[in-house]
């Protein structure tokens, strides 16, 4: 069974630092661009960075630049998403997936999902 689990959530206060993490099961994820997207409540989901299936091209979503990293380590068929200076307006439900149609590039309607973690960001 093809599975995203995203781990790493939680409450933080702004200028803190979470990372998270996506692992996946039943198939392996260096064949695919993995995207992180994030979904706040009463806004639409929005695409936050892309890694390519070989780790060396990244793209952010303007609003994260400077602050988060996406990485991935293929021998552990993990992708994270090392987010720093967290603010209150990154607060949502992260989402992490697969597109089983690009190495490359992610698109807003990718082939595999997680379920979320809830990212929390208050003091």
């Known amino acids: 069974q093809l599975q995203l689990v995203e781990s790493g959530g939680g409450l933080v206060q702004p200028g803190g630092s979470l990372r998270l993490t996506c692992a996946g099961s039943?198939?392996?994820?260096?064949?695919?661009?993995i995207g992180w997207f994030r979904q706040a409540p009463g806004k639409e989901r929005e695409e936050v960075s892309c890694?390519?299936?070989?780790?060396?091209?990244?793209n952010y979503a303007d609003s994260v630049k400077g602050r988060f990293t996406i990485f991935r380590d293929n021998a552990k068929n993990t992708v994270y998403l090392q987010m720093n200076s967290l603010k209150p307006e990154d607060t949502a439900v992260y989402y992490c997936a697969a597109n089983a149609r690009s190495y490359w590039y992610c698109q807003d309607d990718m082939d595999y999902w997680g379920r979320g973690t809830l990212v929390n960001v208050s003091s």
């Open positions: 890694i390519n299936g070989g780790g060396d091209s990244r």
């Open positions: 039943g198939f392996v994820l260096d064949d695919y661009a």
